[in-house]
C-alpha cells in the first residue's frame, strides 16, 4: 500500500463516518507523516490523558501514521485521533487522544507550522483561523504614570509554559509583563519563566523545576498583607497544565500555591480545558470535589480560566463577528483581560478604576470564540468579591492620549489597586539571584 491509498482508506474509513455522524466537529484537519514508518517503531501521544492509559502503538510492519484534528486552530488538549494504517496488511489501529503524536519519542505535528504545513495536510475542512502571531512588548506607557504612597506589595508569578510562537502563549505572557511593568511593579517582584529567553523580564526558561522556583520565591518573600498575581499560558488537559516537554498536576500546582501568603490571589490560566482546575463546566455546572485551586477552603482567590472543563482553548481568531479583532494579538479569551488596562471603556462604572470583574468582563465581551459558541472561559471566586479585587498594590494614574476629532487629547484614565487603609512601610528588597 503506497502513500496515496492510506490516505483513501483513512478519509473513508474515518473521515467520512465523523462527518457524517450526529455533532460532527465544525473543522477537520488530516495530516500524513511524510514517510513511511519501519517495523517496530512506537506510536503514542505525546501526553496522557487523565483517565485512560492508552497503550503505544508498535507496527509490525511498515506503515502509515495520521492525525485526525477534530479542532484545527483550537490550542491543545482537544479530541484527536491517531491513526495507523499498516503498508502490508492494511490493518488500521485507531487511538483516541487530544494530543499530537510522538514516534519513538520525537513529537511529530507538535507545533503550528508543522500542523499548516500543505505537504501534511491530505485532508481540511476549515474551522476557526489562526491569525498570524505577532510580537508584543508594551501595552500603556510608563512615562504617564505616577504613584502614591505604597500600602503593600505586588507579586507576580507569569508563565509562558510552551515553545510555539504561532500559538501566541509567548504574547499573553508578554502582555501581562507589559501591563504589571507599566502600572509600576518592579522586576524584584516579577518571576518570569518562557522558553523564550530574549524576551522581556524573563528570568528562567520554563521546566517544571523553575516554575515551582518562580512560586517559590514568592512563598518565601510575600506577607499577609501582599497581593499575587500568577499567570498561566500554554496548552493544557483535564487537570493538568503542559510544562516545556512534561506537565504540572492541578494537584501538584494547588500545593505550590497553598504556600503563598497574602491578602488576594488572582489566578489567571490560558489553556485548554483550564476550568477543570476550578470544577467549572460549560453548561454552568461546579463540581466542588474537582476543584484544586479554591475547593479545599482557600478564602483569598479569584480564577479566571480561558476555558471551562469541557471546552478548548483558543488563539487570536478573527472576523467580522470579532469585537476587537483588529486590536487583540494573543489569546481570544485571555488576551482581552490585559487590554482592558488601556482601554478606557472597560472602566464600567466609570470610577476611574479597573477591577478584576471589569477586566474579565471585557475579556468575555471580545472573546469570539465564546460568541460563536466554542468555549466558555470561566470565573470563580474563591472567598473574594470580583468587584472588589484590584490587581495592584497602588494608585497610579495612567493618561490615554488619544486625539479626538478635534485634536483633544482624550481625559486620564485611572486604574488604581487598593490593599488597606494604613501605611506599610517596606523597602524594595534587592532582585534575587535569577540564574537557571
Same mark, same amino acid.
Given at each position: 500500500?503506497?502513500?496515496?491509498?492510506?490516505?483513501?482508506?483513512?478519509?473513508?474509513?474515518?473521515?467520512?463516518?465523523?462527518?457524517?455522524?450526529?455533532? $460532527?466537529?465544525?473543522?477537520?484537519?488530516?495530516?500524513?507523516?511524510?514517510?513511511?514508518?519501519?517495523?517496530?517503531?512506537?506510536?503514542?501521544?505525546?501526553?496522557?490523558?487523565?483517565?485512560?492509559?492508552?497503550?503505544?502503538?508498535?507496527?509490525?510492519?511498515?506503515?502509515?501514521?495520521?492525525?485526525?484534528?477534530? $479542532?484545527?486552530?483550537?490550542?491543545?488538549?482537544?479530541?484527536?485521533?491517531?491513526?495507523?494504517?499498516?503498508?502490508?496488511?492494511?490493518?488500521?489501529?485507531?487511538?483516541?487522544?487530544?494530543?499530537?503524536?510522538?514516534?519513538?519519542?520525537?513529537?511529530?505535528?507538535?507545533?503550528?507550522?508543522?500542523?499548516?504545513?500543505?505537504?501534511?495536510?491530505?485532508?481540511?475542512?476549515?474551522?476557526?483561523?489562526?491569525?498570524?502571531?505577532?510580537?508584543?512588548?508594551?501595552?500603556?506607557?510608563?512615562?504617564?504614570?505616577?504613584?502614591?504612597?505604597?500600602?503593600?506589595?505586588?507579586?507576580?508569578?507569569?508563565?509562558?509554559?510552551?515553545?510555539?510562537?504561532?500559538?501566541? @502563549?509567548?504574547?499573553? $505572557?508578554?502582555?501581562?509583563?507589559?501591563?504589571?511593568?507599566?502600572?509600576?511593579?518592579?522586576?524584584?517582584?516579577? @518571576?518570569?519563566?518562557?522558553?523564550?529567553?530574549?524576551?522581556?523580564?524573563?528570568?528562567?526558561?520554563?521546566?517544571?523545576?523553575?516554575?515551582?522556583?518562580?512560586?517559590?520565591?514568592?512563598?518565601?518573600?510575600?506577607?499577609?498583607?501582599?497581593?499575587?498575581?500568577? @499567570?498561566?499560558?500554554?496548552?493544557?488537559?483535564?487537570?493538568?497544565?503542559?510544562?516545556?516537554?512534561?506537565? /504540572?498536576?492541578?494537584?501538584?500546582?494547588?500545593?505550590?500555591?497553598?504556600?503563598?501568603?497574602?491578602?488576594?490571589?488572582?489566578?489567571?490560566?490560558?489553556? %485548554?480545558?483550564?476550568?477543570?482546575?476550578?470544577?467549572?463546566?460549560?453548561?454552568?455546572?461546579?463540581?466542588?470535589?474537582?476543584?484544586?485551586?479554591?475547593?479545599?477552603?482557600?478564602?483569598?482567590?479569584?480564577?479566571?480560566?480561558?476555558?471551562?472543563?469541557?471546552?478548548?482553548?483558543?488563539?487570536?481568531?478573527?472576523?467580522?463577528?470579532?469585537?476587537?479583532?483588529?486590536?487583540? =494579538?494573543?489569546?481570544?479569551?485571555?488576551?482581552?483581560?490585559?487590554?482592558?488596562?488601556?482601554?478606557?471603556?472597560?472602566?464600567?462604572?466609570?470610577?476611574?478604576?479597573?477591577?478584576?470583574?471589569?477586566?474579565?468582563?471585557?475579556?468575555?465581551?471580545?472573546?469570539?470564540?465564546?460568541?460563536?459558541?466554542?468555549?466558555?472561559?470561566? =470565573?470563580?471566586?474563591?472567598?473574594?468579591?470580583?468587584?472588589?479585587? @484590584?490587581?495592584? %498594590?497602588?494608585?497610579?494614574?495612567?493618561?490615554?492620549?488619544?486625539?479626538?476629532?478635534?485634536?483633544?487629547?482624550?481625559?486620564?484614565?485611572?486604574?488604581?489597586?487598593?490593599?488597606?487603609?494604613?501605611? /506599610?512601610?517596606?523597602?524594595?528588597?534587592?532582585?534575587?539571584?535569577?540564574?537557571?
Amino acid at each position: 500500500m503506497n502513500k496515496l491509498e492510506a490516505s483513501k482508506q483513512v478519509r473513508g474509513s474515518v473521515v467520512e463516518p465523523l462527518l457524517a455522524k450526529p455533532g $460532527a466537529p465544525k473543522g477537520l484537519r488530516v495530516l500524513q507523516y511524510q514517510d513511511s514508518l519501519p517495523q517496530g517503531t512506537r506510536i503514542e501521544p505525546a501526553f496522557e490523558v487523565k483517565g485512560r492509559k492508552t497503550a503505544p502503538i508498535i507496527t509490525k510492519n511498515p506503515s502509515w501514521l495520521f492525525m485526525v484534528d477534530e $479542532a484545527p486552530g483550537a490550542h491543545f488538549a482537544h479530541p484527536v485521533k491517531l491513526v495507523v494504517v499498516d503498508a502490508k496488511t492494511r490493518e488500521q489501529q485507531v487511538v483516541e487522544t487530544e494530543w499530537w503524536p510522538k514516534v519513538d519519542n520525537r513529537p511529530v505535528f507538535e507545533s503550528v507550522s508543522a500542523r499548516l504545513n500543505p505537504a501534511s495536510i491530505v485532508y481540511s475542512k476549515p474551522g476557526l483561523a489562526y491569525k498570524k502571531a505577532q510580537a508584543l512588548t508594551r501595552l500603556g506607557d510608563p512615562a504617564n504614570i505616577s504613584f502614591s504612597d505604597t500600602l503593600c506589595n505586588n507579586w507576580a508569578v507569569i508563565v509562558c509554559g510552551y515553545d510555539d510562537l504561532s500559538d501566541t @502563549f509567548h504574547v499573553d $505572557a508578554n502582555a501581562i509583563y507589559s501591563v504589571l511593568k507599566s502600572l509600576g511593579v518592579d522586576d524584584s517582584r516579577i @518571576f518570569y519563566t518562557s522558553p523564550h529567553a530574549g524576551h522581556p523580564g524573563v528570568d528562567r526558561p520554563t521546566t517544571v523545576a523553575n516554575v515551582q522556583w518562580a512560586i517559590g520565591q514568592v512563598a518565601s518573600r510575600a506577607r499577609t498583607t501582599d497581593k499575587v498575581l500568577f @499567570f498561566y499560558s500554554s496548552h493544557g488537559s483535564v487537570d493538568g497544565l503542559v510544562c516545556g516537554g512534561s506537565s /504540572i498536576p492541578a494537584s501538584s500546582l494547588a500545593g505550590w500555591l497553598n504556600a503563598i501568603r497574602g491578602k488576594e490571589m488572582a489566578v489567571i490560566v490560558e489553556a %485548554c480545558h483550564s476550568g477543570s482546575l476550578i470544577g467549572k463546566y460549560r453548561d454552568g455546572r461546579y463540581i466542588a470535589s474537582e476543584d484544586d485551586l479554591t475547593g479545599h477552603g482557600e478564602t483569598n482567590r479569584i480564577v479566571f480560566t480561558s476555558a471551562s472543563t469541557d471546552t478548548s482553548s483558543y488563539g487570536d481568531v478573527d472576523g467580522s463577528d470579532d469585537p476587537n479583532g483588529a486590536s487583540d =494579538l494573543g489569546s481570544e479569551s485571555i488576551y482581552g483581560f490585559m487590554m482592558a488596562y488601556s482601554v478606557a471603556s472597560a472602566d464600567r462604572n466609570h470610577d476611574g478604576r479597573v477591577s478584576f470583574a471589569e477586566a474579565y468582563q471585557y475579556a468575555w465581551d471580545n472573546d469570539v470564540t465564546r460568541i460563536r459558541g466554542d468555549n466558555v472561559p470561566q =470565573l470563580k471566586e474563591g472567598g473574594l468579591n470580583k468587584d472588589a479585587v @484590584f490587581v495592584q %498594590c497602588q494608585y497610579s494614574r495612567l493618561a490615554e492620549r488619544r486625539a479626538g476629532s478635534r485634536g483633544r487629547a482624550a481625559p486620564a484614565f485611572a486604574v488604581s489597586w487598593g490593599c488597606g487603609n494604613r501605611l /506599610i512601610p517596606a523597602a524594595l528588597p534587592s532582585r534575587p539571584d535569577r540564574s537557571p
